[in-house]
């Protein structure tokens, strides 16, 4: 519990500290807003057209599978997904794509303004063949430039920006002389205004399909479902989805090409074997009516004829068994099961016809050779039969081939680009202005030696902190009244009657009434301090004087309403006399001597007798005096200016100086009185929320 209640105090804290340093947070999140705003501008918008396909598996299935028969299994195909997406990927579709589309040819917009308003015009390339080769090598591959004149017509640039030729027109193909050699260049369609220009490119070929992969993208829609999702991406939806449409309709021809070129080639191997195997079944024909003709007319007996359908069933057999043979060895290994198998069932069909072989010898001897020559002739029969029907099946299922692939979903055009996401652009050019501003504050409170803690000046210097006075009006008075007096309830004026009550407290009987005031440095809030001191003791019904003794950029006089003219300067210098140097003020009981003008010497002045008999002088009419000084660590004038003092008051600012600078300070004040009583006031005092500041005591 304990944890957690430091963790949000630190959390709280931290927030507050962001909040304070607003003017640090303020610019960082602006201008990281501005900078986002002009990314999310800059980014051209980018359109994404999808497509699906479906990889079919393709096994002995339909009409194609029912006409090949024995040698479906010879054409049957699988072709996993994976497979089939590096297919797709590789060069010799992509590539095939790039060049139907052309894509090496590119023609960029170059108005950064126009950019970012979204104006830009656009043009695609069909050529742009320049004969670099002929051109010096700093030279080459330098863009060209096309320059609009209207809707209508371009002109075209070299790289060093000579005019090529005048009120081009897309659709047209330019040929033109060119560094001994011919430049070749057209326009496929432009949407153009005048004064837009392009830069004109030509990128190699593989560059070109590298792009191409960068912003094409194919998947599988779940696992093992066979659909390909294909999508890309593109600053114009319309070429987009061209693009994608191409790259489909390219796959899809180069697929039903693969998929018939097996039975291309065995329809080829077919046809051409098929000429001499009529020929063998003609010889085999020929050569049995031969021994007919020779030996007359033989009948075969019931017992012959069932040994020659036997070994013709036999042959036929072992014929398709070596067929499936040849085709499972280019599928698996030899050891493989399925091999296993055919080769012990080809070695049954041998040994059994091995056997057919010797009933067959038991024969008479013309029985025998009509056997031999008759079993000849059926085999070629059969053999030229299966032939003329598998190349008949080849052609069936060549011309009604389509492939393992269907396109389901072609390209569409779409209107909304998917890129870039402005708002969240926006938003994280905003977190990150967040983060500088954070990180800086950071920085900036690390890197600062300022003390914060009162305890700490109390322990190294030995003088006690009276007061921590949270910031208040800068000015001290609001119009010509102090601040504790127009507001008295404020959380600086409540601060400021606890300095008042313990210089009270410190002020021994017989002491001095008077009071030194000085700061370690300009800006730390020394004259906020004295002038709301002042109007609080006289709100005691003491009758009180405020000295303004920085004599050089004193600025008292100002927090009145008092003309600049005669005052302390004047005085010290003889040359008015003290009556005309005091001022009374709105606050009752309050009375101010001004700086006056800027003498050429104030440390002399403040250090003379005049000066220290003029405090006697006024220790009589007064029950307090206050003397505003200037910053010690500046000049001298204000150890001098508190020689007659009891108390020194020194104002610091929070978390604004060292404790090497405050002690040093305090010294030099100290030097001219070693006899007064010191202390400090931390202003602008940033305190944590549970310092209890909204406490109220009320008017005086």
């Not at 607003?22 to 999808?50: E, F, K, N, T």
């Not at 432009?190 to 094409?216: E, T």
């Not at 003329?388 to 396109?407: C, D, M, T, Y």
């Not at 190294?460 to 609001?478: D, I, R």
Request: hydrophobic share 40%; proline share 4%; glycine share 6%.
């Amino acid at each position: 519990m304990a944890s957690a209640k430091k963790e949000e105090t630190d959390l709280f804290d931290l927030l507050k500290d962001l909040a304070k340093n607003w003017h640090i947070m303020l610019p960082c999140l602006i201008l990281s807003g501005v900078i986002g705003v002009i990314v999310a501008l800059w980014i051209r918008p980018v359109y994404q057209v999808d497509a699906l396909l479906q990889i079919e598996s393709k096994s002995n299935k339909g009409m194609a599978g029912a006409m090949m028969g024995g040698l479906g299994s010879l054409f049957a195909s699988s072709s996993p997904a994976e497979t089939e997406i590096e297919l797709i990927k590789s060069r010799q579709i992509i590539g095939d794509a790039v060049d139907k589309m052309h894509l090496q040819y590119i023609a960029v917009p170059t108005r950064k303004l126009q950019r970012l308003l979204h104006k830009e015009g656009r043009m695609e390339l069909v050529q742009l063949e320049i004969p670099w080769d002929n051109l010096p090598e700093e030279e080459r591959g330098k863009p060209w430039v096309a320059v609009v004149k209207d809707s209508l017509t371009f002109k075209l640039l070299d790289h060093n920006k000579k005019l090529i030729v005048d009120n081009c027109h897309a659709g047209e193909t330019y040929k033109i002389p060119y560094a001994g050699d011919t430049v070749t260049f057209s326009v496929l369609r432009m949407n153009v205004k005048k004064g837009q220009f392009f830069n004109l490119y030509k990128k190699n070929r593989l560059d070109a399909i590298d792009a191409f992969k960068s912003a094409f993208e194919i998947k599988e829609k779940g696992k093992k479902t066979g659909i390909l999702e294909f999508s890309y991406q593109d600053i114009y939806p319309d070429r987009a989805t061209e693009i994608l449409n191409e790259i489909a309709t390219t796959y899809l021809r180069q697929n039903v090409e693969r998929s018939n070129a097996e039975a291309q080639k065995t329809l080829e191997f077919l046809e051409k074997q098929l000429p001499e195997v009529k020929a063998q079944m003609d010889s085999a024909m020929l050569r049995f009516n031969h021994y007919r003709n020779r030996v007359g007319s033989v009948d075969i007996n019931a017992e012959t004829r069932l040994v020659l359908e036997k070994r013709t069933k036999l042959q036929q057999d072992l014929l398709v068994l070596q067929q499936k043979k040849q085709d499972a060895i280019r599928l698996f290994q030899p050891e493989h099961p399925t091999i296993k198998t055919y080769e012990e069932q080809e070695n049954a069909l041998k040994r059994e016809l091995a056997s057919n072989t010797s009933e067959s010898k038991r024969l008479p001897a013309t029985q025998q050779e009509v056997l031999k020559l008759s079993n000849e002739v059926e085999l070629a029969k059969v053999m030229y039969t299966t032939m003329l029907n598998n190349i008949q099946q080849l052609k069936l299922v060549s011309a009604g081939e389509v492939g393992s692939v269907r396109i389901i979903d072609f390209a569409e055009q779409v209107s909304r680009p998917t890129k870039p996401k402005k708002k969240m652009i926006v938003l994280i050019a905003l977190f990150f202005g967040l983060l500088l501003g954070a990180a800086i504050v950071s920085i900036k409170s690390k890197f600062s030696n300022g003390v914060r803690d009162a305890h700490f000046i109390e322990r190294e210097t030995g003088y006690s902190v009276y007061a921590k006075v949270p910031k208040g009006n800068p000015k001290g008075t609001k119009g010509t009244r102090p601040l504790a007096v127009v507001e008295p309830d404020d959380v600086a004026v409540e601060a400021l009657r606890a300095l008042r009550s313990s210089l009270e407290f410190s002020m021994d009987e017989g002491c001095r009434p008077i009071i030194g005031i000085s700061g370690l440095i300009p800006g730390v809030g020394k004259s906020f301090i004295s002038v709301n001191l002042a109007a609080l003791f006289a709100g005691l019904g003491k009758k009180v004087l405020l000295i303004d003794a920085d004599l050089r950029k004193g600025r008292l006089h100002k927090e009145f309403g008092i003309k600049r003219g005669n005052g302390l300067s004047q005085f010290l210098l003889h040359e008015t006399t003290l009556d005309d140097v005091i001022h009374s003020t709105e606050v009752e009981n309050l009375f101010i001597i001004p700086c006056g003008h800027v003498p050429s010497n104030p440390s002399e002045i403040l250090g003379s007798k005049h000066y220290s008999d003029m405090i006697d002088e006024l220790e009589k009419r007064y029950d307090l005096i206050i003397v505003d000084t200037p910053p010690i660590m500046l000049v001298t004038d204000a150890a001098l200016a508190c020689r007659q003092a009891s108390q020194i008051v020194m104002v610091i600012e929070y978390n604004k100086h060292g404790i090497e600078a405050i002690q040093d300070g305090m010294s030099q004040l100290l030097k001219g009185n070693t006899s007064a009583h010191a202390s400090f006031v931390i202003n602008k005092y940033q305190h944590s929320h549970s310092d209890g500041f909204g406490y109220k005591y009320g008017k005086y």
